[in-house]
């Protein structure tokens, strides 16, 4: 089965692999392998904010994010009221949906945080094209998925630290991730999509505890809230609130 294909949204696909955030399946790749990658029909898709990327039985897809946020939240403890989910947030270089290429008809809610642009493949015809043909793209990926799991420990998983430091050390991750610089002034990043709740759910504190950190960083200047959109006018003083 080919790789899903859709031209509602031409790019150049080219050079899409460059300057993605270290560590991602994209950042990975070498110019070699991306473009022998793109030479078996690879097309972009686009999709609206708050739409959700088509997984599971009926949508055996992996997806490789090229511009956008994501939320992916899965229910490890089920789906009852009051039990959270494990929310994390994946950006521009990362690859979702891998669980489908283990597990057939596998699928974790992933909702589109801002407009998405991404490239959509048959999770049987992404492991064929990996293994026989593209070894290196699969080594690319494992390397990629160990790098998500590690920051995934620092970042979601210090539940013991202060809440102030670990709205730091997410916000400055994002910044790192899925930021990009103001237009009014290049001092600044702008993350858009993750807000508050957001923000809350992925690290599991309550919303105004979130708030709460939130204030006391835009006290000291270090940021500004807007609706799902944080400006942070200092990413090294985020650093150093979340002891990195």
């Not at 460059?18 to 990975?28: D, M, V």
């Not at 686009?46 to 511009?67: K, W």
């Not at 891998?98 to 992933?110: H, K, M, N, R, Y």
């Not at 006290?219 to 003083?237: K, M, N, P, S, T």
Request: glycine letters at 8%; hydrophobic letters at 40%.
């Amino acid at each position: 089965m080919p790789p899903a294909i859709d031209t509602s949204r031409p790019t150049d696909l080219l050079h899409a692999h460059e300057g993605k955030p270290e560590g991602s399946f994209l950042h990975r790749l070498t110019a070699e392998t991306w473009h022998a990658l793109l030479q078996v029909g690879l097309r972009s898709r686009a999709f609206a904010r708050d739409e959700l990327l088509p997984m599971g039985p009926n949508h055996d897809s992996v997806y490789i994010i090229l511009e956008g946020v994501v939320r992916q939240d899965r229910y490890p403890l089920g789906t009852g009221a009051g039990i959270p989910p494990v929310t994390r947030f994946r950006g521009a270089g990362q690859l979702v949906g891998e669980a489908a290429l283990i597990q057939p008809g596998a699928s974790v809610d992933t909702r589109c945080l801002t407009s998405t642009v991404v490239i959509p493949c048959s999770a049987r015809y992404f492991n064929v094209l990996t293994e026989r043909r593209l070894p290196e793209a699969r080594l690319a990926l494992l390397r990629s998925l160990e790098d998500r799991i590690r920051s995934d420990e620092v970042i979601y998983g210090m539940a013991i630290r202060p809440p102030l430091e670990r709205v730091s050390r997410l916000l400055a991750h994002l910044a790192d991730t899925v930021g990009v610089p103001d237009p009014r002034t290049s001092q600044y990043s702008v993350i858009t999509g993750p807000g508050q709740k957001d923000i809350a759910a992925a690290l599991q504190l309550a919303v105004s505890t979130t708030e709460n950190a939130l204030r006391t960083l835009r006290y000291h200047g270090v940021l500004e809230a807007r609706y799902r959109q944080f400006v942070i006018h200092d990413v090294d003083g985020l650093r150093h609130l979340a002891g990195a």
